[in-house]
């Protein structure tokens, strides 16, 4: 068919328009036309090109998305994306320095390439003769995921690079993020459409590229800014990262307006500083700087620990804390029963998330912090950790201020409240609706019953419904009910129905931990299978009993005692019995075990087995899994990715194995 010259005119026209329009929007954060006249350019363009057969790789129209993806692909890291080493004083960073000319043998000041430390998620580009081929998560470090799909919807990253089209392979490495400005628009946008607001900024971009429809993906205003190469091929680098971020702007990558090359690490101090100053009128949200060695051949000189570069360091900057009032304190009622104060806050902005309530933990900490409802105080906040009140500045309690109490009877079912240790608890058990759906969320999570398909929103609508009043009725559920929901259709209730029948095939060591019982976790109930065998045993066990299994100490005792002399429990247990969930008994040798008394600790990715797999094997077998390296430590099985635990067995002089040896160990020592 031949193409009118207009109409290759107008294609190249409209093009031209958009990608400056994306520039402004996204770059610039100064739109000049309103969304309505962008989507009438986008619109006219899409037609004249499906029309017309005209699509390249390089349209603007190839970011608005695709239909969904099955699944993401798994991507190796050629080069591994390390993370990187973190200070938090001027000490700290000099100290850096001073390892750096020792190991170079040289007293004289480094060179430094100095940028933000952007608050958002870490992705790699690879790009192939120019055009974009790839773009994967971080991962691991070593494996991450394929989110290409996503990747092709953000504006500032071009599909096509024309300067690299003679050069066989160039990966850039950068941070995916969305700006303060993105973030107000997209909650104004949800505001005005009704629908879920948005916590953060970066929970928002995670939650973005992980998305399998990237015409959801498309939808949100994400950017990004490059700050390192990796794998090259056909194109040499210049020997300094100042010069090869010029390179990446050159070519048209974006990279971050903010960086500096800093002579000496006090320079770099300063540079941390004023950037601090400037953190509330930065156009994104950050965490800290990232102070790197300027010179390529140094670093390569310097090297890398097993999971940070020697020759980069991270300066984090102190948690944000802002001032506000506290409205009133409510409780909630976990899974276990536990009642815990939540302070309700006049709405404050601080650390990149509006905080309008945070947990008080228990009656201790306000007694600490001597909180009355009315009070003004700090809340601290820095990345991703929960908000905190830390200081009361402005006491309420000569205002008539209220003091916090904590209520006679439960919040969710009126029983009496009882108090342990610290804690306050429901005295109710399963009965207590806010319990019923934590113990039936607890009992059909992975690591229990792995039913798939009884997420959360089922489980709300279950009990809400009046369907489910215990975990046994999980196993009256059939598809005909399943499909009566709402928002089930008749393949996934199918899909549940056979997830349900299918876990009742399990085991001891599962249906334990399932239960829920007070402070037995995987561990534990792996060393209660292996002990006593069989379920009866266990419930006829006394505390004397109980403490002589591995780990296993007088407070726990008592609460797997406590739980088996309930009639409750153990009717709850034989209902699941009677509907068909089963396992079969454990053979128990009076022999000692082949790693009794010896203590593991796993780190890293385990390829061929889960971590609690490998954990349940190594309990099986009579050893202590721990979670950190002491000198009682008598092995560490280190995966890819293993960080500071390896490093402390290294300095220790620990054993240590990879995951190969350890599957022949445990080959050689099973039965």
């Keep these: 068919m031949s193409i009118p010259q207009k109409v290759k005119q107008e294609v190249a026209r409209l093009r031209k328009q958009i990608d400056k329009h994306n520039h402004l929007y996204y770059t610039e954060g100064a739109p000049q036309i309103p969304d309505a006249d962008y989507d009438e350019l986008m619109s006219r363009l899409q037609f004249l090109e499906e029309e017309y057969s005209l699509i390249t790789p390089d349209s603007p129209t190839q970011r608005v998305g695709s239909a969904p993806q099955g699944e993401f692909r798994e991507v190796i890291h050629e080069q591994p994306m390390l993370s990187l080493d973190k200070v938090s004083d001027a000490k700290a960073l000099t100290d850096f320095e001073s390892r750096i000319q020792k190991r170079i043998d040289s007293d004289g000041p480094l060179v430094y390439s100095c940028e933000p430390k952007i608050d958002g998620v870490a992705v790699s580009l690879l790009y192939e003769q120019g055009v974009l081929v790839r773009g994967a998560t971080r991962g691991d470090g070593v494996k991450g995921e394929d989110i290409t799909h996503n990747v092709k919807t953000i504006r500032n990253i071009p599909l096509v690079v024309d300067g690299l089209k003679k050069v066989a392979a160039f990966e850039v490495r950068g941070e995916i993020f969305l700006s303060k400005q993105g973030f107000l628009r997209l909650n104004q946008k949800a505001e005005v459409a009704g629908s879920k607001i948005f916590v953060n900024p970066r929970n928002t971009a995670a939650g973005a590229v992980r998305q399998l429809d990237s015409r959801n993906t498309s939808k949100i205003p994400l950017q990004m800014y490059c700050y390192s190469v990796g794998r090259v091929d056909g194109l040499q680098l210049p020997e300094q990262l100042d010069a090869t971020f010029a390179l990446l702007e050159k070519l048209g990558l974006p990279v971050n307006p903010d960086r500096a090359t800093c002579k000496g690490i006090s320079k770099s101090l300063d540079y941390c500083m004023a ?125 008539k201020g209220s003091a916090i109490k904590v209520p006679d009877k439960c919040p969710a079912c009126d029983s009496p409240v009882e108090k342990e240790g610290v804690l306050f608890k429901c005295s109710a058990g399963i009965i207590c609706p806010a319990q019923r759906k934590e113990s039936i969320r607890h009992f059909a999570s992975r690591t229990a019953l792995d039913i798939e398909g009884l997420g959360n929103k089922l489980v709300e609508q279950l009990v809400d419904g009046g369907v489910l009043q215990n975990v046994a009725d999980i196993f009256t559920l059939d598809t005909a009910t399943i499909a009566d929901l709402d928002r089930m259709g008749q393949k996934s209730a199918e899909n549940l129905a056979n997830a349900i029948e299918k876990s009742k095939q399990t085991t001891l060591p599962r249906f334990l931990y399932a239960l829920g019982i007070r402070e037995v976790g995987e561990a534990t109930a792996q060393g209660l299978a292996n002990y006593f065998g069989n379920i009866a045993a266990i419930i006829e066990a006394d505390v004397v009993q109980l403490e002589a299994v591995p780990d296993v100490g007088p407070i726990v005792a008592q609460h797997i005692a406590t739980f088996f002399d309930n009639t409750e429990n153990l009717k709850l247990i034989d209902a699941l019995q009677a509907s068909g969930v089963k396992w079969p008994d454990i053979e128990v040798s009076a022999a000692e075990q082949p790693l009794t008394g010896q203590t593991y600790v796993l780190t890293g990715t385990l390829e061929q087995l889960t971590r609690n797999e490998a954990k349940a094997q190594l309990i099986a077998l009579g050893a202590k899994v721990a979670g950190s390296v002491s000198r009682n430590t008598d092995c560490v099985v280190a995966g890819p990715g293993a960080g500071s635990k390896l490093e402390k067995a290294e300095e220790l002089n620990i054993e240590v194995i990879d995951e190969e040896e350890f599957l022949q160990r445990l080959k050689q020592l099973s039965p």
């Design 275 to 399: 950037l601090l100053d400037k953190r509330e009128s930065l156009a994104y949200e950050i965490d800290g700087a990232v102070i790197k060695v300027n010179e390529r051949g140094l670093q390569e000189e310097l090297g890398t620990n097993v999971r940070s570069p020697r020759w980069a360091m991270a300066y984090k900057f102190p948690a944000e804390e802002k001032s506000t009032r506290v409205l009133s304190v409510d409780f909630q009622v976990g899974r276990t029963g536990t009642i815990t104060p939540v302070a309700r806050l006049e709405p404050v902005f601080v650390g990149g998330v509006t905080v309008s309530n945070t947990t008080l933990h228990n009656m201790d900490e306000i007694a600490r912090l001597g909180l009355h409802i009315g009070d003004k105080v700090i809340v601290r906040r820095a990345g991703d950790v929960i908000p905190k009140v830390v200081k009361v500045i402005e006491s309420a309690r000569n205002k």
